[in-house]
């Protein structure tokens, strides 16, 4: 699951450019109607370790950081609305 997370995050990323990135709205409603039914879908068939949480997290909030230019490094409930 974490594979086709990650691979899922990676794509509304490689949308985002300098010179014509969509809003950060948007992003959000990609994250929303992609990312998250993804992630609702494996959740009950797979145990997943606080590591593999987290990254899990990390996958859901790294386009929406990257649509409002803030570094990865950043407190992911100061960075936006909770999914």
Known sequence: ?????TT???MI???QNSDHAPHADTIYKLVKALLIPRMAYGM???ELSKKQYARLDAQTYKPLLKALALPQS???A??????
């Open 13 to 15: 990323c490689s949308i």
């Open 8 to 10: 899922v995050s990676s």
């Open 74 to 76: 950043v407190h992911r």
């Open 44 to 46: 009950p068939f797979c």
């Open 1 to 5: 699951m974490l594979n086709k997370v």
């Open 78 to 83: 100061k960075a936006g609305p909770d999914f």
